[in-house]
């Protein structure tokens, strides 16, 4: 067995995976009378009477050629939240095995393992908001799976060293989850390019931020083929629906829009931090290679309930070690980042 082979719980390595009607049949088909389908079309435009592609071979294709990876090593996922709650079922046997966080970080890991009965231990970011390769270390035993490096990380905004994630990765037994949410926000490189001196990572995309199509559900994970190979296995087998699939296609082909909205953002971003910085009761505004900021205000509650009364809406992070007393403000367009600065304005001249 290999690495890989040895992490995955024995039910899901002899796991017969269902066999769809789209999946047992290749060749040319004339008739489809396989899936018990509505053969007169569809009660609304467009026809969306067939079962869509369960393997969306042709937005693999495009992810493949852009990321420049193997279709085979995309899992594409109704969100990468299923991309995340699939891997622990691969990997993470039930009151058994253990995940490592490093919090202040995205809470979907913790819910996903809440979920699936698998405990989690935390090592903490330091002060800095590093990565604590020690304290990964200290919470690692032989029964820990899933190590979660979000990076850029929510809520802090900061990208962490490629090159350190690497170290980790090497130094780790399990897989490594690199969420990648925000990457195209930041110039640190992707893990994407490392892949292949790292069978143990599994690297996390998503198009529901800097694409702008987060009402379409769609996030991939790009791994070894090994790995990739079981997702498809335990998934639903049409997870993504056709409409997503054929949306992304064509978002495909106006990727320059997706550009001019990063520029844009981190232009806005920019912008944003120095205006806050500036304000009194700003006491932070934390570097971000994100499309949000992390501003440390000495009374976020206070700042948070006067966005709201203003019918602005943030999220207040004062409860989340290490980010006490700090809203997390998503970049907005100038008019929405301007009302932001104002609001702000008025709450500290109370
Ligand atoms: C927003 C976000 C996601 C996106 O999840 P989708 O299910 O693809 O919409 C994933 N990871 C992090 C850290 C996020 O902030």
Not at 290 to 303: H, K, M, S
């Amino acid at each position: 067995m290999n690495m890989i082979e040895r992490l995955v719980r024995p039910n899901i390595r002899t796991l017969e995976p269902y066999s769809s009607a789209r999946k047992e049949f290749s060749g040319r088909g004339r008739i489809f009378l396989d899936a018990n389908e509505n053969p007169f079309g569809s009660p609304i435009p467009g026809a969306h009477n067939r079962y869509p592609d369960p393997l969306q071979t042709g937005l693999k294709d495009l992810i493949a050629a852009r990321f420049g990876v193997a279709p085979e090593s995309i899992f594409v996922g109704n969100g990468s939240d299923e991309a995340i709650d699939l891997l622990f079922r691969v990997f993470c046997e039930p009151r058994t095995d253990n995940v490592i966080i490093c919090p202040p970080t995205y809470g979907m890991y913790e819910v996903s393992a809440a979920i699936n009965d698998v405990s989690v231990r935390r090592a903490s970011l330091t002060a800095r908001f590093g990565l604590d390769r020690e304290a990964i270390a200290d919470a690692t035993d032989d029964r820990s799976k899933l190590l979660f490096i979000c990076s850029p990380n929510n809520p802090t905004g900061n990208a962490f060293d490629p090159d350190e994630i690497a170290r980790i990765a090497s130094d780790f037994g399990g897989i490594v989850v690199v969420d990648e949410a925000y990457g195209e926000f930041s110039d640190r490189g992707s893990m994407i390019t490392r892949l292949a001196d790292h069978e143990n990572v599994v690297v996390l995309r998503t198009f529901s931020k800097a694409w702008g199509l987060a009402a379409l559900r769609v996030g991939f994970a790009v791994a070894g083929a090994g790995i990739v190979g079981l997702l498809n296995n335990i998934k639903p087998p049409y997870n993504v629906s056709g409409i997503a699939q054929d949306a992304i296609i064509d978002a495909f082909r106006n990727e320059v829009r997706v550009a001019e909205s990063v520029a844009m953002t981190i232009a806005g971003r920019d912008r944003l931090a120095a205006d806050l910085s500036r304000l009194r009761s700003v006491e932070r505004v934390f570097p971000s290679d994100a499309n949000f900021l992390l501003v440390r205000i000495g009374d976020a509650d206070g700042a948070y309930r006067f966005l709201l009364s203003r019918g602005i809406v943030v999220r207040n992070r004062n409860n989340v070690e290490l980010c006490e007393g700090c809203l997390r403000i998503t970049i907005g367009d100038d008019h929405e980042n301007d009302a932001v600065l104002a609001a702000l304005k008025d709450f500290e001249s109370l």
